[in-house]
């Protein structure tokens, strides 16, 4: 079935500002196959494809087309291939119909004008032969995100492409709408069309996928030919065998019952349908670990304890009282939150360490009458720079000029300063070198023996066994598996976030 | 129920408005001869209403890429003191003083949007700040008397002159005509070419436009440019119907054309809108002007109206895009669940 | 590099050299005590306006209706203290009722620009509208004279100047020893993080706009006094004057950076900037090219600056493992 090759990336190379993020890479698809991607976050997957549609420069390597040596330097070079590219939802242009969309930037024209009646036919046509539920004429504005996303596929196929890349196709379809996309890739598939299929879901990627490349670190850890996808296979191989296991792919889970408990959520459901009834409890001293794959409603449930979005519906209680919810309230009762977004969320790049450890603390800096005491606002400052270890030491240094560990030190270091009951850290560690890593979990645990309770969010899986006491893993929206005192391995972790259950047990 | 299209919707607002302050000052200030609702009153908000929907064809263009243009009052004084300078100093045929002037304003729209588009300086604060220089030059090349006074400047050439006037019959004002090309081409630009498609794709969403293979900065300069030219069109028909120019020519002219926009349903967020609307905002502007006037209130009360409806629209129009996003959220939820 | 801030130094230095300019191009008219009071007092009203003005640029947003609301206010002291008399007492209720439209046009913008997520710039933009009809409406487009003593003495020799420097100092004082002020920074440089750190973001907005409605109102009533009337006029060109002396001074427009200090270096500056003009006979009118292409430059060079930060960020995004989009 599968032909010759129609693109190769030979000993692709590529680094962030010296940290090397593909390395000595290859991959390969064939004319008429589909060629599933997968491997963890970080693990290099969308550079990879951001290399090979032109929107990064590689390093090193060589990128062929049928054979011949190409340079990508653009979108447009790769769509001039015949390569398209299927975004998440991210290129519809809601104010435009369906078919504007569908042919933006290639409108049929007639002269100088665009030629509608054949546009809309056009698109028509594609839509009846991919039997999609839309309409040429509709706004997009008036339509949900599932038929978005449609339009986004349909965008695709319009191109006539020989190389179609989806990334994350499913992630906002109806099951009912993926398994019209699931058709549609076998029916490109016996066309010849060959599909770079990029997925978080295991069971997607095990029912469509001819073969699978699977990156782990930035480099190849293995290409399975389809009879050699088995999920736990595929599990394993993305998380690496690791020969010391102490370095965190096994884990004795430890919790204490017996502590009382800090936080109580009932019930909490959002208002959009991202999580729904999250109830689970967290304990004094213990660090609830709470696990997934991204977009799994973790962000949201956290964001929501803390205060910053309202859920519909649910409570929340903190050693028994029920919170506000709303960070103010939750700062004052002693919640402590670190968000995901270090740089839009976290800090504020233009102001000192200084100011920012201050920021959430002036309850508790003195202030004679009006005035914020200078002195003591700035011993503040270090005393978080002395605790945590800050670099530069510099309590005048503004925070957006330094590195990625530091920065999320100084996020950290504001709650250090207060009384803390309940901690959240969502991704604590995303971006920041191994030796801030480690810096960072030393200060959970510390927390964690004064009494703090702490729920760290991370797709980070060996981070995951590496701090948590116990795990709850969310999948779509809800507490799938619990791990409580067994021994736990990342690809029962991972398993139950792809909702697999292992084989092995 | 089928849902009414978002923007036919707009569009019957605007409308509605429109015929509301007729009836209202038809009703006030009376119909007949020299009353309110008469043919020549009636032409003559027309009229007035011309240049603004010429300029507006221009700021429509920038404001469906989610621009802003604060310096066309200024542009305006600018192309037509250069046009004064040439027809005071100079022996050249008056079609090439138009000329002239229509490169004068592409000129000044090519470099606001070389500022916002390739310097990233905010629109609202690079067109402001533009506002300042082009009237500033323009007080600096103003035809100056013996005794380096600033005067207005006498412009009544009959071969010019004439642009102010109306031809064939009473009332066919060739401002009128030449608004009525500048919509429909205006129209037809966004509705039937490419680039009005990238108009509206750069105003949505910046990053789609990018990925979808729009030249963004291109799109955004070319915008600027267009309203240059429409500010020149408009320049023109002002002093010719003026027979003079003077350098504070347009003080606060930038006001209009943008409220036109805005109360003909061009949202500021950019992304939708069209030029047909601004028509009918600019129509709405010139029947308030002529309504107060007709009723002998205080002109004053223009401004505090004028000001007033452009809050009371954006705002409208915050709370109904803020109902419709819901509503998609809520409805991709649904689709979610299935 | 690190070591030499230009941006310390950099003010002084060019401070210094215009005064020196001036003086060895005008040296008669530029270096007269009564040139140097007469630039004083055109300083003080820009000074006093960009001390309340600075916490909405903190914030990110804008006031272009600095102009018309200044006139307002002005109008509407001159209004009040004539229907009554003009007794001193008269003077003060109308003083009051100026702060007063000032602070609640202040309080108009922020709760329209907040509540209804409406770009600040506008918002302003269409209130200068209103509030030029309502100057005219309530004056009848008349010049209202303002000759009562206990109004005149405002704006008499250096009492605008100490004006100045109280506004400057209390605007000092609450931004750079208050709570409050260290939310004003917060806000303007990272809303989203400001709103996770408990701050009410909407709440310390409204009140940055609020502050500079009531400023603006007082430089109305000192530019009144000073010229001893009122009408809607009054502010013509302040607009322009006060966001170009705030840009001088240091203060981006994008929000989260510059100093009260900075500003009224800007302002006095700007005051310079406008005699020295005057003194070599160039229109005011005129002065318009350079204040816009000042704008231009400096906020240009801001947008760069920003624009290179977020490149930083950008890379940073990328190397990391958790990405959100696209992974």
């Not at chain 1, 920021?359 to 503040?380: C, F, H, P, R």
């Not at chain 2, 009525?180 to 990053?207: D, H, M, P």
């Not at chain 3, 310390?204 to 809607?232: E, H, K, N, P, R």
């Amino acid at each position: 079935m599968a032909g010759n090759t129609i693109l190769e990336a030979k000993n692709i190379y590529k680094s962030f500002s010296g940290v090397p993020v593909l390395q000595d890479v290859h991959f390969e698809v064939k004319a008429g196959e589909v060629h599933s991607l997968m491997g963890e976050n970080g693990a290099g997957k969308s550079t990879l494809i951001k290399i090979i549609t032109g929107v990064y420069a590689k390093d090193d390597g060589q990128i062929y087309w049928e054979g011949k040596p190409v340079e990508i330097n653009t979108y447009q070079d790769c769509q001039k291939l015949g390569v398209a590219c299927i975004y998440q939802e991210l290129s519809v242009i809601p104010p435009l119909t369906v078919a504007q969309n569908v042919f933006l930037g290639r409108e049929p024209r007639k002269g100088p004008f665009i030629d509608y009646a054949k546009m809309n036919k056009m698109t028509q046509e594609l839509i009846d032969k991919y039997q999609f539920p839309l309409k040429p004429t509709t706004v997009v504005d008036n339509l949900g995100i599932g038929q978005r996303q449609l339009i986004e596929i349909l965008k695709g196929l319009s191109q006539d492409s020989k190389l179609l890349i989806m990334d994350e196709p499913t992630a906002s379809l109806s099951g009912k709408e993926a398994e019209m996309l699931f058709k549609i890739i076998q029916t490109l598939r016996s066309e010849g069309v060959s599909i770079i299929y990029i997925s978080h879901r295991l069971e997607e990627v095990y029912m469509l996928s001819d073969r699978l490349t699977i990156l782990r670190d930035g480099k190849n850890a293995a290409v399975l030919e389809k009879q050699d996808i088995i999920p736990a296979k595929v599990i394993e191989t993305m998380i690496g065998k690791v020969v010391d296991e102490s370095a965190g792919s096994k884990k004795m889970l430890h919790s204490n019952d017996e502590a009382e408990v800090r936080l109580d959520v009932k019930g909490l459901t959002d208002k959009t349908d991202r999580y729904r009834d999250i109830s689970f409890q967290v304990h004094r001293g213990e660090i609830l670990g709470l696990g997934g794959l991204i977009g799994a409603g973790r962000t949201e449930v956290v964001r929501a304890i803390y205060g910053v979005d309202k859920a519909a519906s649910g409570e929340v209680y903190l050693d028994g009282k029920k919170l506000d919810p709303s960070p103010k309230a939750s700062i004052l009762e002693g919640i402590g939150f670190v968000p995901e977004d270090r740089r839009n969320q976290g800090f504020i790049p233009l102001l000192s360490t200084t100011k920012n450890v201050a920021l959430t603390n002036y309850d508790i800096v003195k202030v004679q009458k009006t005035a914020i005491s200078d002195a003591d606002e700035l011993s503040m400052s270090k005393r978080a720079i002395e605790a945590i270890d800050i670099r530069p030491a510099d309590p005048n240094k503004q925070v957006g000029v330094m590195s990625g560990g530091n920065q999320q030190k100084v996020v950290l270091g504001k709650w250090l300063m207060r009384d803390l009951k309940l901690l959240i850290v969502d991704e604590p560690t995303a971006g920041i070198d191994v030796g801030a890593k480690d810096e960072i979990y030393s200060i959970l645990e510390d927390l964690a023996k004064q009494g703090v309770a702490i729920i760290v969010v991370t797709s980070d899986l060996q981070e995951l066994l590496r701090v948590s006491h116990r795990i709850l893993v969310m999948r779509k929206g809800d507490i799938v598996k619990e791990f409580k005192n067994v021994e736990v391995t990342q690809s029962m972790v991972l398993s139950a976030g792809q909702g697999v259950e292992e084989e092995a047990k | 129920m089928k849902r009414m299209n978002q923007t036919t919707m707009r569009r019957l607002i605007s409308i509605g408005m429109l015929l509301i302050l007729v009836a209202l000052f038809a009703g006030l200030a009376g119909t007949g001869e020299g009353k309110f609702f008469n043919e020549t009153n009636l032409i003559e908000i027309v009229r007035n209403a011309s240049i603004p929907a010429i300029i507006g064809v221009g700021i429509t263009f920038v404001i469906i890429t989610a621009g802003i243009d604060l310096s066309t009052g200024s542009m305006l004084a600018l192309v037509g003191m250069v046009m004064a300078n040439i027809y005071v100093y100079t022996l050249w045929p008056i079609p090439i003083m138009i000329i002239v002037g229509l490169l004068v304003g592409l000129v000044c729209g090519l470099v606001n949007g070389f500022i916002v588009a390739k310097l990233n300086v905010p629109e609202f604060i690079g067109t402001l700040a533009m506002m300042l220089v082009y009237r500033g030059l323009t007080y600096i090349i103003a035809v100056k008397n013996d005794i380096g006074a600033i005067e207005s400047v006498r412009m009544n050439h009959s071969q010019y002159a004439f642009l102010g006037e109306d031809f064939m019959f009473v009332g066919l004002y060739y401002v009128i005509i030449a608004m009525i090309i500048v919509v429909i081409l205006g129209q037809i630009v966004l509705k039937y070419t490419r680039f009005g498609t990238n108009l509206y794709s750069v105003g949505a969403s910046k990053k789609a436009a990018t990925l979808s293979g729009i030249d963004v900065m291109k799109t955004r300069i070319i915008a600027y440019a267009v309203t240059g030219v429409t500010v020149a069109i408009g320049a023109i028909f002002m002093t010719a119907k003026l027979q003079s120019t003077t350098a504070n020519l347009g003080t606060d002219f930038e006001f209009d054309p943008i409220a036109a926009a805005v109360v003909g349903g061009v949202a500021l967020s950019g992304g939708s809108g069209d030029v047909i609307g601004t028509l009918i905002g600019a129509l709405f502007m010139a029947t308030l002007d002529n309504g107060v006037k007709m009723l002998d209130m205080n002109a004053s009360y223009q401004y505090i109206v004028k000001g007033a409806i452009i809050i009371a629209v954006v705002i409208f129009d915050s709370l109904y895009k803020r109902r419709i996003d819901r509503r998609a959220k809520e409805e991709g939820a649904k689709e979610g669940l299935e | 590099m690190k070591n030499i801030n230009w941006s310390t130094y950099s003010k002084p230095i060019i401070l210094v050299a215009f005064i020196v300019i001036l003086s060895v191009l005008k040296p008669a008219e530029f270096l007269s005590v009564g040139n140097a009071v007469s630039v004083l007092t055109s300083v003080a009203a820009i000074g006093i306006m960009v001390s309340g003005t600075i916490f909405v640029f903190l914030i990110g947003g804008i006031d272009l209706s600095i102009a018309t609301l200044l006139s307002l206010s002005a109008v509407v002291a001159a209004t009040v203290t004539t229907r009554m008399g003009g007794s001193t007492g008269a003077v003060l209720v109308g003083l009051l009722a100026a702060l007063v439209v000032g602070a609640v046009a202040g309080l108009v913008h922020g709760y329209i620009t907040t509540t209804f997520a409406i770009p600040a710039f506008l918002v302003t933009f269409a209130t200068q509208s209103v509030f030029l009809g309502l100057a005219q409406v309530l004056s009848n487009n008349n010049k209202i004279a303002c000759t009562w003593p206990a109004f005149a003495v405002l704006g008499k020799n250096v009492v605008p100047i100490i004006f100045m420097v109280i506004f400057a100092l209390a605007s000092w004082y609450v931004l750079r020893k208050t709570v409050f002020g260290r939310y004003v920074y917060a806000v303007g440089g990272n809303p989203t993080a400001a709103e996770i750190s408990g701050i009410n973001v909407k709440l310390v907005s409204i009140i940055c706009y609020a502050i500079s409605g009531f400023t603006t109102a007082m430089g109305g009533i000192i530019l009144a006094s000073q010229s001893q009337q009122a009408d809607s006029a009054l502010g013509s060109g302040f607009t322009n004057d006060v966001i170009t002396a705030a840009v001088i001074g240091g203060i981006s427009l994008l929000g989260g950076e510059g100093t009260l200090p900075g500003a009224i270096f800007g302002a006095v500056l700007m005051g310079l900037l406008n005699n020295g003009l005057s003194l070599m006979n160039v229109d005011s009118t005129q002065s318009g090219l350079v204040k816009g292409l000042v704008i231009v430059v400096a906020v240009a060079f801001d947008a760069m600056h920003h624009a290179d930060q977020s490149r930083k960020k950008a890379k940073k995004v990328k190397k990391g493992p958790a990405a959100p989009e696209l992974s």
